[in-house]
């Protein structure tokens, strides 16, 4: 790590530490405060029992987190002060690795000194440091766990990426839809169906190891049933077609409407279903065209973290009950993809208005339907720029597919010996 790049984190740090002085989101901070307290007094048993208020909609990766914040808060006897330290630490650190680990993915595709200005860009810009520093969010951790193994992924050391991915998913749900993604570079490996079984029973194993703690129960089947519960459990919390979030929704249900309310034959939480599912799987059907006809390192990588980061940002927009913090991860994968042109750079720095908006409204209290008709109206063109932004994304994911195998052909690269940090390079480590 050059001196530049750790005075750049350093900047970072400290843009952090200032922010986290302000009042920020205060709920979602009571919220783990009080689950903190539980697990430091109960135990990891007692966290999803029903009088525990919040009721719990998270997963048990990160009450992990919370329940090492608890314990050292007790040790510790501090009040709120404390609290605050210590609720921000784990979010502002991930913020810090996933700015590194982003600056270290455009290096792929980029010279180093774009991939600087992109890392200073994302270091400096209001997505991350709102969702940190003011939400106390550590969106960014599970994030990270998700590039990390994308970049093994890309590197053919699948047996290093599943587990990461997993981690990733039993931290927040988000990171699942990248599976298609991971599985075409795992088949591409040619590492297929015995590979991916391994993946799969590592991953399982690791969802139980991380689980069972929560629960009474002992037998695989069950715990892996008990995991899936708090998934659907969590979901369920906000029945809507969006909590608030700028999808597509507004444009056309708008905010409040219960999901379950039927647009035609179906209700909006199918239609949603059923949108993300063609949406994913088209992302991953031009990912495995692209890595069949692409042997130049620099241009599978972008096609990579094209696929994943539209398959991201297809579960935020076309699935109901978002949150607005849902969109990160997409914004976040999708952001080496800034240094390729100019188009995708302008597409980027729209969703990244919109996204800060969008916590803005809810830090003011926005949830929806029933808010001041101009305050409406901006969350619907906000709404509205998101699709254009994520279409225009998905155009530039497919011209530089196309563009690949124009080049290809024209200049025989296709032909030209893979070699160990290539993708599909080498059989997988599994």
Known sequence: ??????????????????????????????????????????????????????????????????????????????????????LEFVP?????????????????????????????????????????????????????????????AIDGRLGSAWPALSAAVLIKPPSLVLAPVFAVLHVRARSMWRGLAVALVASLALAYVVTVPFTTQRAPAAVLGFLL????????????????????????????????????????RTWGMIAVIVAVAAAAGSLNASVARTHVPRRRVAQIFGAASLSLLAFFLLATRMHERYMLPGLALAAPLAVEDRTTAI????????????????MLGFSGDGHHP????????????????????CQRHYARLHNNKTNDAAHGEGSRVRTRGETGGTPPRS
């Open 1 to 86: 790590m050059t001196p530049r790049f750790v005075a750049l984190l350093s900047a970072a740090l400290l843009l952090r530490i200032v922010i986290a002085t302000l009042p920020g989101y205060a709920s979602d901070r009571d919220y783990f405060i009080d689950w903190a307290q539980t697990l430091a007094a109960h135990g990891p048993l007692a966290i999803y029992g029903q009088n525990v208020e919040p009721r719990v909609d998270y997963v048990p990766g990160y009450l992990y987190v919370l329940w090492a914040i608890g314990l050292i808060h007790a040790a510790l006897g501090g009040g709120a002060a404390t609290w605050r330290a210590l």
């Open 92 to 152: 502002i650190v991930s913020d810090l690795a996933l700015i590194a680990l982003l600056y270290r993915a455009t290096c792929r595709i980029a010279s180093e000194p774009r991939a600087f200005a992109l890392a200073a860009v994302v270091a400096f810009a209001p997505p991350l440091w709102i969702d940190s520093a003011l939400f106390g969010q550590a969106d960014a951790l599970p994030i990270a766990f998700a590039l990390l193994g994308l970049g093994a």
């Open 229 to 268: 519960e708090r998934y659907t459990s969590g979901a369920n919390k906000v029945p809507f077609v969006t909590w608030g979030a700028f999808t597509i929704y507004p444009l056309i249900a708008g905010f409040r409407t219960p999901d379950a309310t039927t647009l035609g034959p179906l209700p909006y």
């Open 347 to 362: 597409a980027l720095a729209s969703l990244a208005l919109t996204f800060t908006i969008n916590c803005a409204f809810t």
């Open 374 to 393: 101009l305050t409406l109206t901006i969350a619907r063109i906000c709404s509205a720029a998101n699709l254009l932004a994520v279409a225009t994304l």
